[in-house]
Every structure is written in C-alpha cells, then in structure tokens.
C-alpha cells in the first residue's frame, strides 16, 4: 500500500474517531463539521482526479483500487459526520446512526454491507462504540454457507465483523476484483450447469427454503434442450476414431453426467413423494475407464435426518459433481465397494484426459 493512500485513509480515520469519542463523552466540537468537510472537499478533488483517464501512464487496476477503497472510506465518514451534525444540533436525536462498510472476499457491496448502531446503541455500549471507528471492517465469509435466500447482510450478522490492518484490507479488496476472467466453453458451461442441479438438491433437502420448489420442472426445461444434441453428437463408442478425440470424451462424459443427474432429479421427486429408499448417485470413472459397478450412492432421507443443516448439505455437497475419479483399475483384486468413497472432483478436461486414454488403451488391446 501506497504510504500516502495509508496516511490519508489515517486521516480519513481519525475524523471518525473523534465523531464517536466526541458522542460517547458528551463532548461536542462545533468547529469539527466544518473542518472536517474542507479536508474532505480537497480529497474528493484528489481522488476523483486520479480517476480521470491518463493517456501516458495509464492508471493500473491496482492503483484504481487505492482510490476506490479510499471513496468507500470517505462515503461512510461523510454520512458520520451528517449524523454527528443533526445530533449536535438535538442531542435528543439518539435514533440517528453511525455507519461502517464491511469488506468480504467478494469486494465491497452496495448497502447490502453497510452496519450501523445507532447513538443510543453507542452510548450504552462503549466497546461497540470504539468497534466503527474503522469506517471499513472485514467479514471472512469465505466459509460460509449461504441459504438460497441469504445475502452478505446475512452473513455479516451471523460471523460479525472486525478492523483489521488497512493494507490487509486493500489487498484483499484487490484480489476481489483483479481476476483473470477464464474462458468457458461450451462443454464446460453445461458441466458445471449439472453440477449446480445436482448441489440445488442438497441444499433443498438441508435448509429450509421459501416459496414453491420447482427444481424438476426447471431441469427437465433444460433436459429437453440439451439431451437430444448429446445424444445424437457422441452416442458413439469410437472415441479413438474422431478428429478430436479430446473434446469428443468430454462430450461422452457430459452424457453420461446428464443422465446420472437425471436419475438423481427423478429420484429426489419420488423422494418428495414418499419414497425414503431414493437415492443420490454419483458415477465414479476409474483410469480404465467407465463400469457399471462404478456408482456411489447416499440416501435422501439419510441426508434429511441430518441434525444439523450444515452438515448435511457438506454431505450432500460431495455429490455435487455428477461424475468422480478414481485412481485404480476397477478390476483390482483389492478394490472393494468402500474405496468408492476415495474419489476425486476433477475438471472436465481432465475427466476427458482419463476417459480418452482409457478408450485408447482398450481399443488397442
């Protein structure tokens, strides 16, 4: 971090400080609104000029981000200040609201990641009070789990949020939005379009959700479009013989993955319906290849008896990808049905990979 973003994020910092001392002693400066907003005058003028496009040298994301960051920081300390202001002028006004902007991995949202207490809040609570004096804090959400419902708001009130060192804040603010932006193909877009079905069903089976659950109608929408180009495009076995095999046994492990999320969506409907010997498969691709003993499977209502919904939808989560891998030859004398559960959640390319060479093999032999 530039040393003179940090010292101007201190002042920035500092004005904040003394709005929440000043509240919490009773102590109210006049002067401090006016001299507060001639140093903010001249750092917006700062900031937004740096802004402004530089044909030369031209601005990098990184340096964007200082300034950004240094907005996000300035915006709450100015609605500080407003509240600190209608709080001198009536003191009795103790519904007014400090604010902060909480950080998470994502970057910074838009009010859904504000927090504020109000003054009364603050001059019942001291150490709450000396909490926002930080105009930006950070939430590590990076674990949790969000209900279909949930928002950032959410999960800043269940795990709270905390100031840390203003370099750590700006870095991770710009990891949050520095990101390459892979290239999808199509392949991989319906791949991962499986894998959120299949997740979709153990997320309804571990939290409650609102509203009308229309999972089966909304994958067979998509079954019906996209199940007549798989099968007519790579219902051949001669993996070996096309002019790109590579993306030909991706293509024959999306079909497979589409029918083994067909029969996961199929089964969960009779779930609902009453059946609580339903289950939940994943297809398992071994180095030689697919086999029809190659299934791990787990019970929905095993997955509904959960006591806790975290845990359940972790257990759930582990079929979340339709199709797994592992590293054995499934005709091994020492593979037994347990050893389903040593699978591994590999890209499609990779799958791909396995599967190709697997075919060669076998057609050579």
């Keep these: 971090m530039n040393n003179i973003v940090r010292a101007m994020f201190d002042k920035v910092q500092y004005y904040n400080d003394v709005v929440i001392n000043n509240i919490s002693d009773a102590d109210l400066e006049e002067n401090l609104v006016q001299e507060y907003r001639q140093f903010s005058d001249i750092l917006l ?77 603050m001059l019942d609570d001291h150490n709450l009070a000396t909490a926002f004096i930080s105009p930006i804090a950070f939430c590590d959400d990076s674990e949790y789990v969000y209900a279909e419902d949930a928002s950032k708001q959410d999960a800043i009130k269940e795990l709270g949020a905390k100031a840390i060192n203003v370099s750590q804040m700006l870095q991770i603010y710009v990891d949050s939005i520095v990101k390459p932006v892979p290239f999808t193909t199509l392949h991989e877009q319906i791949f991962q379009k499986l894998n959120v079905f299949n997740d979709k069903i153990g997320f309804k089976l571990s939290y409650k959700s609102k509203g009308e659950d229309t999972l089966y109608e909304d994958f067979y929408t998509f079954y019906n479009g996209i199940y007549p180009v798989l099968r007519n495009t790579y219902n051949y076995d001669a993996i070996k013989d096309q002019s790109n095999p590579s993306l030909y046994a991706e293509g024959a492990i999306l079909f497979q993955a589409l029918l083994a999320v067909k029969e996961n969506i199929d089964n969960y409907k ?9 289950k939940m498969k994943k297809i398992i691709l071994f180095t030689n290849g697919f086999h029809s003993g190659g299934k791990l499977s787990v019970k929905y209502a095993d997955l509904k008896n959960e006591t806790e919904s975290k845990k ?51 057609r050579e032999d």
């Design 270 to 278: 009779l779930f609902l319906e009453g059946d609580n010997n339903a």
């Design 45 to 121: 003028h700062i900031l937004h000029t740096s802004l402004e496009p530089i044909i030369v040298d031209e601005v990098t994301a990184e340096d964007k981000a200082e300034t950004q960051f240094m907005l996000y920081a300035l915006r709450m300390v100015s609605m500080n200040i407003k509240t600190y202001e209608a709080y001198l002028q009536d003191t009795s006004k103790t519904d007014l609201r400090i604010y902060r902007h909480v950080l998470t991995k994502d970057g910074f949202g838009t009010n859904d990641q504000w927090e504020s207490i109000t003054i009364k809040d």
């Design 312 to 362: 359940a939808y972790a257990a759930g989560r582990r079929f979340k990808q339709p199709v797994g891998f592992i590293d054995a030859d499934s005709s091994e004398e020492d593979f037994t049905a347990n050893d389903l559960n040593d699978f591994q959640d590999l890209e499609l390319t990779q799958l791909a990979r396995i599967f190709e060479k697997a075919e060669r093999a076998e």
